[in-house]
């Protein structure tokens, strides 16, 4: 069985209502008191789903994947038209962003219901990930994403599901629709 998987396995971001992706930027942190100091940070959040992504990070960087030095948590228990994208600067211990964000098509409406990891599946998927290069594509300046968890979030890269930003992930769009509009599986912010 894969080492997330073993350690934090699907369920569990599932835990009481909380359905999460993180996301690991480049950089170091300790994990000890990362769950402490994310909720100090974001005292908005939920603090289960900041104990769930710092313990998966923590996780992470135990079996070997480079430490971050940022770190995004997505909350997709939260319907779209609350702000539920998290990004910490954990060298400094700030918060730097608390955002909007889209999820897939076939995830839900306002509410994000379903994920797979499945190719064309339109749907968001859960899990740790690791962010690659960025690179001004289709949908403007976007971040390539690595799922870490094989049968969760491993096809990541191959689906092209990146962070990017999007005119239906606004305020505004929120106002009109009732929700935020949706992707075909990035979290588009």
Same mark, same amino acid.
């Given at each position: ?9 699907? @369920?569990?971001?599932? =835990? %009481?209502?909380? &359905? ?6 480049? +950089?170091?942190?300790? $994990?000890?008191? *990362? ?12 603090? @289960?789903?900041?104990? =769930? %992504?710092?313990? &998966? ?6 079996? +070997?994947?480079?430490? $971050?030095?940022? *770190? ?118």
């Amino acid at each position: 069985m894969p080492f997330l998987q073993r350690m934090l396995p699907l @369920r569990r971001y599932r =835990l %009481a209502g909380v &359905a999460l992706a993180v996301l690991m930027l480049a +950089g170091t942190v300790q $994990a000890a008191p *990362l769950a402490d100091t994310l909720e100090q940070l974001a005292p908005g959040a939920d603090p @289960r789903a900041l104990s =769930l %992504a710092a313990e &998966a990070m923590s996780c992470a960087v135990q079996r +070997g994947q480079p430490a $971050a030095g940022r *770190l995004a948590v997505i909350d997709y228990s939260l319907p779209s038209t609350k702000r539920r994208l998290w990004v910490f600067d954990l060298d400094a211990r700030r918060l730097l962003f608390r955002e909007w964000v889209a999820h897939g098509q076939a995830t839900g409406g306002n509410r994000a219901e379903h994920f797979s990891n499945v190719p064309e599946s339109h749907a968001s998927s859960l899990g740790l990930y690791r962010t690659l290069n960025s690179y001004h594509g289709r949908n403007g300046y976007s971040l390539r994403l690595k799922g870490l968890e094989p049968g969760v979030n491993d096809h990541a890269y191959s689906r092209a599901i990146v962070v990017h930003g999007a005119d239906y992930a606004t305020p505004a769009f929120i106002r009109r629709v009732g929700r935020l509009g949706r992707s075909y599986g990035c979290p588009a912010v």
